[in-house]
Every structure is written in C-alpha cells, then in structure tokens.
C-alpha cells in the first residue's frame, strides 16, 4: 500500500512537472471569442485578458514595401504581396477593425498587453523581398522595443537564416516540418515548430529536438484528445484555436 502510496505521488508529480512546460500560444490571436477577429488588435488583447504565455500573428510585405498583419496571401480581394497598403487598407475585418500595420500591432502590444509575441513572417516571392521584409521587421522590434518579448517563426529557411544573422539572441524557430532536429541545431536555431502532422509522422523528433537543445511548439491543436497527447509528449508550446480549452486541461 506505501509502495501505491509513493507511485501514485510521483506519477502525479512528474503530471505536473510536464503541465507547468506547456505554454499556451494562441494562434492568431484569441479570435474566437465575441468581438474579435483572426490577426485583429482585439484578438491580441483577448489573448493578453486570458492569460496566454503567447499570441501568434502573421506579417506580409506588400506591394509599396509595407509591413501587414493578415495571414492569407489572398484575402478578401486583395493579394498582400501585389497590391499595395493603400488599397489592403480598405479591408475590414470580421470584427469591423481595419486591417492592421506591424506598426499599428506592435504599438498595441507595447502598451496594452505582457503577451509573448510569436511573429510569423511568411514566404515571399523572391528572396530579395524576404530580405527586405526582415530588415524591416527587425527595424520594427527595435523601435518598439520588443525584441526580448518576441520569438520569430517562418516556413521559409532563407527568412529564419537572415533573422538569425540580425538578430543572434532571439529565439527563431523553422516551420515547414521538413527539417530533422540535428539539421535545426546545426543552423543555430532555437527550436523545431512543426504541424500536428508532422509529429505524428516523427513523434520522435520531440525527444530528438529535447536531446539537442531544442524547444518543440506543435500547431495547431484544437481537439481535446490531441491536445492530452502533446501535454503527455511534453512539448514545450502549443499553438491552439482554442487557447481556454487548453488553459483547462493544463490546470
């Protein structure tokens, strides 16, 4: 019976080790919930008032050389890379914001939330673009001082590289699932921030990441029972539309 007594204790124990690891980042935002929107200032506020350690976004450069927060390359009518800020402007987002500037998000972030912020830059059409849009982002993070509240994230190894050579002590994690643990080490890169998917091709790349140095964030996990598997796993985030659901199963 002393002996259950002393299982059961540390079972619960190293339970709780692995809940305090996980860190929940809402992606794009806190948006399903009343009055926001995907990559809005509201659904980075709403994430700020639930207490999520982080809040995903997505940043493009448009066609006039400016930073946009919009996740589809295409959306309602207006393609972010061919058309300019002018025009993406006049977008409305299903909450009634306009869609917002990096500049106008960043601000928002410095004065109204102690959120982490997880910038996602997404691929652009030419290297030469991606180049720019990293010194400019860069430019952005310092001006608003930033910098020690955000990690970088991209599906694009040439961005994730270039972030890496300007800013060497940020945090800056590879997308696209396609790169084995000992590859992102070699890199000099934070972390592996594969899909579900991919975790469930390689469940052994979370230990294999952990044995290099690696944190591991997986996205995007909504279901309950998927979420229970990587709190088991012990990744280090989860990126999630359903940020309560998550905060509820962790406590």
């Given at each position: ?24 980042v ?8 009343s009055?926001?929107a ?79 912020l ?93 044995e ?35 905060q509820?199963?962790l406590?």
């Amino acid at each position: 019976m002393k002996q259950r007594i002393i299982f059961l204790a540390m079972l619960c124990a190293w339970c709780l080790c692995i809940s305090a690891q996980v860190k929940v980042v809402a992606h794009r935002g806190y948006w399903k919930t009343s009055g926001s929107a995907q990559n809005s200032l509201a659904s980075l506020i709403k994430a700020d008032s639930i207490g999520c350690f982080g809040s995903e976004f997505d940043v493009w450069l448009t066609a006039d050389g400016k930073l946009v927060v919009d996740h589809d390359k295409t959306f309602k009518g207006m393609n972010m890379e061919e058309n300019t800020l002018k025009e993406i402007r006049t977008i409305k987002l299903d909450n009634g914001e306009t869609l917002p500037t990096l500049d106008e998000y960043l601000r928002c972030a410095q004065k109204q939330t102690t959120l982490r912020l997880v910038l996602e830059m997404k691929p652009l059409s030419t290297l030469y673009c991606e180049d720019e849009a990293v010194k400019k982002i860069v430019k952005a993070l310092k001006k608003y001082k930033l910098l020690d509240r955000t990690d970088i994230i991209s599906f694009s190894i040439n961005a994730c590289i270039q972030f890496k050579k300007a800013l060497p002590d940020t945090k800056i994690y590879y997308l696209n699932g396609d790169l084995w643990p000992y590859r992102i080490k070699a890199l000099g890169l934070a972390g592996i921030d594969y899909s579900m998917s991919d975790f469930q091709k390689h469940p052994e790349w979370i230990k294999e990441a952990h044995e290099q140095g690696l944190e591991v964030n997986v996205w995007t996990v909504d279901k309950e029972e998927d979420l229970r598997y990587f709190i088991s796993q012990g990744v280090d985030y989860i990126t999630t539309n359903e940020p309560e659901l998550l905060q509820r199963l962790l406590e």
